[in-house]
């Protein structure tokens, strides 16, 4: 009987570590501060921060929680691998790579300073690190279309944190739904 009644507790004590959960947002652990996830708890699903551009563009560093092993609460959820980046224009720093253009759900190729100016994106141009996947949870496209004449500039360039909320809220209403 004592060994079924102890039984009994340690199956109950684990089912609560469980049912427990981790607040969505932003995580690190003390042994790795290079490396920072954002977690979302209610579709249990997280993406990892590529670099330290990115986190600078979600204000991560004022928002991170650190704790001793992110593992514990990421190994029950989904990867969606990495963070898609703000909407906006975007090229590795130092390089003479083409520039990005990121809008909702794509990614094009701008083809010419002509074509950036058209866009109205030749002072908003961010540069990152090397091996930033710009495409992450975007469709490429290949070259950018010209811009029509009734682009409304305003819708390009969203505060970064209500693209982050429209971005997340989509995702988890995607996930949701499978």
């Known amino acids: 009987m004592k060994k079924v009644v102890v039984s009994l507790v340690a199956l109950l004590v684990s089912v609560a570590a469980f049912s427990e959960h981790w607040p969505t947002g932003y995580y690190r652990t003390v042994d ?10 209610e579709n249990r699903w997280f993406c990892h921060v590529q670099n330290d551009t990115q986190a600078n563009l979600y204000d991560v560093e ?4 650190v704790v001793g092993d ?4 990421l190994s029950q ?3 969606l691998n990495e963070c898609p980046w703000p909407n906006g224009f ?3 720093a130092g390089s003479e790579g ?3 253009r990121l809008y909702p759900g794509n990614i094009c190729t701008i083809t010419s300073t002509e074509m950036l100016s058209a866009y109205g994106g030749n002072d908003h141009v961010i540069e990152t690190e090397e091996g930033s996947q710009f495409a992450a949870h975007r469709t490429e496209i290949g070259q950018c279309f010209w811009p029509s004449y009734d682009l409304n500039a305003a819708e390009q ?4 944190d209500l693209k982050w909320t429209k971005f997340w809220t989509k995702m988890s209403q995607n996930s949701a739904v499978k």
């Open 32 to 41: 790795d501060p290079h490396n920072a996830y954002y977690y979302n708890d």
């Open 62 to 65: 004022a928002q991170i929680r």
């Open 70 to 73: 992110v593992n514990i609460f």
């Open 77 to 79: 959820a989904t990867s």
């Open 90 to 92: 975007y090229k590795v």
């Open 98 to 100: 083409p520039v990005f």
């Open 157 to 160: 360039f969203e505060p970064v």
